[in-house]
Nanobody
Framework: QVQLVESGGGLVQAGGSRRLSCVASGRIFSFETCGWYRQAPGKQRELVAAITTGGRPNYPDSVKGRFTISRDNAKNTVYLQMNSLKADDTAVYLC?????????WGRGTQVTVSS
């Protein structure tokens, strides 16, 4: 069984930065595609960053140039660096990691951006 735990959320002023971490533990044999999602109240969950096994990142236009996803396979950790934060970025941020062909989700970490 695999567990994912996100951390790094909190309250930040608009224009500020925040770095989220997602650590995987348990029976991990291969670390595949990773992604960060967010869900705001009353809105659908949306992908904000993804990174392939080979390290290729992908971002939607809403965060491109502001968010950076990275991974440290040796530490079973995925990061999300968020810069120039806006009030619209307020949400619960969740990570998803595919391990041995199975998608695993964390419980999320709240990021609140004050304007």
């Amino acid at each position: 069984q695999v567990q994912l735990v996100e951390s790094g959320g909190g309250l930040v002023q608009a224009g500020g930065s925040r770095r989220l971490s997602c650590v995987a533990s348990g029976r991990i044999f291969s670390f595949e595609t990773c992604g960060w999602y967010r869900q705001a109240p009353g809105k659908q969950r949306e992908l904000v960053a993804a990174i392939t096994t080979g390290g290729r990142p992908n971002y939607p236009d809403s965060v491109k140039g502001r968010f950076t996803i990275s991974r440290d396979n040796a530490k079973n950790t995925v990061y999300l660096q968020m810069n120039s934060l806006k009030a619209d970025d307020t949400a619960v941020y969740l990570c998803k990691i595919r391990i041995s062909g199975i998608d695993n989700w964390g419980r999320g970490t709240q990021v609140t951006v004050s304007s």
